[in-house]
T-cell receptor
Framework: DSGVTQTPKHLITATGQRVTLRCSPRSGDLSVYWYQQSLDQGLQFLIQYYNGEERAKGNILERFSAQQFPDLHSELNLSSLELGDSALYFC??????????????FGAGSRLTVL | GDSVTQMEGPVTLSEEAFLTINCTYTATGYPSLFWYVQYPGEGLQLLLKATKADDKGSNKGFEATYRKETTSFHLEKGSVQVSDSAVYFCALSSGNTPLVFGKGTRLSVIA
C-alpha cells in the first residue's frame, strides 16, 4: 500500500456520460498529480495541484476538470465521455510542488472503460 | 519540450541474464532523472533516481548513471529474476515541472 488511495478501482460507463475519480494523497503530502495511461499514448500528465491551488497543467482536455479540496483530497471530473477516454487514470502525491526534488508516490489507479 | 525516449519492448530474458533498458532524454537545463517500475495491477513505484551528471542511482540490484554528454540514463541489472517482470518507465523533471515519462518497456523474465 503506497498510501495514495484512489477510488473507484474500476468504472464502466457509456459515451456521453460524466464520471468523477477521487484521490486521497499520502499523509503529509501537499501536492497531487493526475496522469492518464493509455496503450498508445503512454503516461500523460494532466494536471497538478499544490495545497489547493492549480500548479501546472498538461495535456488535459477541456471536457476534463479537477480540483483539490481543503482536506487535500482531489477529484478528477471527466465529462462528455468518448471511447478514447478509456484508460487508467493515476493519481500521485508528493510533499512539495517540486517534482524534481521530491519522489512521487502513485496510487493503484482507476481503470475507466467507456462503451 | 522535454521528452524521454526509451527502447520499445517487450524484452524477454531468461533468469540470471543481464538487463539493459536504454533511455535517452531531451531537456532544457539540468533535469533530474528517474526510473519507475510498475508491477502488474499496481501503480508506479520509484526504482531509482539521479539528480546531477555522473550520479549513479541504484536500488534492488538495478543501476543507472546520469550521462550528460550522451543525454542518457540506461537501466542495468546484472542478474534478473522472475520477480523483476514488470513495466519500467524512464522519466525526467526539469526544475519544478511535473515528471515526463517515456512510453515504458515491458520486461518478462522466464525461469
Amino acid at each position: 500500500d503506497s498510501g495514495v488511495t484512489q477510488t473507484p478501482k474500476h468504472l464502466i460507463t457509456a459515451t456521453g456520460q460524466r464520471v468523477t475519480l477521487r484521490c486521497s494523497p499520502r499523509s503529509g503530502d501537499l501536492s497531487v498529480y493526475w496522469y492518464q495511461q493509455s496503450l498508445d499514448q503512454g503516461l500523460q500528465f494532466l494536471i497538478q495541484y499544490y495545497n489547493g491551488e492549480e500548479r501546472a497543467k498538461g495535456n488535459i482536455l477541456e471536457r476534463f476538470s479537477a480540483q483539490q479540496f481543503p482536506d487535500l483530497h482531489s477529484e478528477l471530473n471527466l465529462s462528455s465521455l468518448e471511447l478514447g477516454d478509456s484508460a487508467l487514470y493515476f493519481c500521485a502525491s508528493s510533499v512539495t510542488g517540486d517534482s524534481g526534488a521530491n519522489v512521487l508516490t502513485f496510487g493503484a489507479g482507476s481503470r475507466l472503460t467507456v462503451l | 519540450g522535454d521528452s524521454v525516449t526509451q527502447m520499445e519492448g517487450p524484452v524477454t530474458l531468461s533468469e540470471e541474464a543481464f538487463l539493459t533498458i536504454n533511455c535517452t532524454y531531451t531537456a532544457t537545463g539540468y533535469p533530474s532523472l528517474f526510473w519507475y517500475v510498475q508491477y502488474p495491477g499496481e501503480g508506479l513505484q520509484l526504482l531509482l533516481k539521479a539528480t546531477k551528471a555522473d550520479d549513479k542511482g541504484s536500488n534492488k540490484g538495478f543501476e543507472a548513471t546520469y550521462r550528460k554528454e550522451t543525454t542518457s540514463f540506461h537501466l542495468e541489472k546484472g542478474s534478473v529474476q522472475v520477480s523483476d517482470s514488470a513495466v519500467y518507465f524512464c522519466a525526467l523533471s526539469s526544475g519544478n515541472t511535473p515528471l515526463v515519462f517515456g512510453k515504458g518497456t515491458r520486461l518478462s523474465v522466464i525461469a
